[in-house]
């Protein structure tokens, strides 16, 4: 089978080993056609800038891409790569897992979506079902990759999802516990008050994204979990 144009060596040889239409064009499903641009412009950034195997990869949705810094937040971590995409769902992040996650060989995944598929109706038991089948479909290709969940945050713009967000919380520290190299990062509970509501001084004014101490806050409680070796 030859190599579809596009295709790195390297992800060419990732997406065989894991059983993937190599022979697909880029674009074909759903999801990639959804967020072809974005992809493309992946795919783009990393042909100027080639990623090592063995980088620390943040994928998600635009709390993710939105994050400056991020690829030098974290010193004693060796490269970061950002792959954040806005308006991203959990389920997004689980059918694109064969262009955005396996062509890395990352030594860690950070993830962080959700907000996005509860605030468009999902239940939690179904955003669950989209990061059990996000970790399947990684662990298909990377065997024993370890992935960090951040904990979907709580948005003073999505108060009528609060109960929503932390039951999904509650249920993916439940799964982690029965899913071995999968944990979650709880940023949940040091981003609201006393009364349990969103500490609005951790967003921009649009009161959904984080402005720099709500990053630096996630970077305090990310730090820790992060593999450095």
């Given amino acids: ?8 060596r390297r992800q060419w040889l990732l997406w065989a080993a894991a059983g993937l239409p190599v022979g697909a064009k880029a674009g074909q499903t759903p999801a990639e056609r959804r967020w072809k641009s974005d992809l493309d412009a992946f795919a783009d950034a990393d042909q100027l800038w080639p990623p090592p195997a063995g980088c620390l990869l943040f994928i998600g949705s635009s709390t993710i891409r939105m994050w400056n810094g ?9 490269q970061v790569v ?4 806005g308006g991203g769902r959990l389920a997004d992040c689980a ?9 890395y060989e990352p030594r860690q995944v950070v993830l962080y979506a959700g907000d996005n598929d509860l605030s468009e109706g999902a239940s939690p038991q ?4 989209h990061c059990a089948r996000f970790v399947q479909q990684t662990r298909t290709g990377l ?21 929503a967000v932390r039951e999904t919380n509650a249920l993916l520290r439940q799964w982690a516990t029965q899913t071995p190299g999968f944990e979650v990062i709880d940023v949940f509970t040091p981003m609201v008050d ?3 509501l969103p500490r609005r001084e951790l967003f921009l004014p649009d009161m959904l994204h984080l402005n720099a101490a709500g990053y630096a806050l996630w970077q305090s409680v990310i730090s820790p979990h992060l593999r450095t070796t």
């Fill in 1 to 8: 089978m030859s190599r579809p144009s596009g295709l790195s």
């Fill in 126 to 129: 179904a955003v669950v079902g």
């Fill in 70 to 78: 991020l690829e030098w937040a974290f010193p004693a971590v060796p």
């Fill in 82 to 85: 950002k792959r954040g995409f």
């Fill in 194 to 196: 006393a009364g349990g």
């Fill in 95 to 103: 059918d694109l897992v064969p262009r955005l996650v396996l062509p």
């Fill in 143 to 163: 065997p024993g990759v370890p992935i960090a969940f951040v904990s979907v945050k709580p948005s003073p713009s999505r108060l009528g999802i609060l109960p």
